[in-house]
């Protein structure tokens, strides 16, 4: 999630990767290439992650 929130305006699995702490591309790659996503979840969780940050500082 953290690599998708990063600056930057275009994002490779490279990139998404190295933010997730791996050296290769290849889990990010499968990750995204055979996770089923369902796009509210992930909006909701990314809210809840957000408001959690700002409720904790």
Known sequence: MLGLLSSGE?????Q???QA???RPGA???????ARWDADEVCDE???EQSS????Q
């Open 10 to 14: 275009r994002k490779t699995c490279w």
């Open 16 to 18: 998404l990767a190295e």
């Open 21 to 23: 702490g791996y050296d």
């Open 28 to 34: 990010m790659q499968r990750l995204l290439r055979s």
């Open 46 to 48: 990314g809210s809840y």
């Open 53 to 56: 940050r700002l409720v904790d």
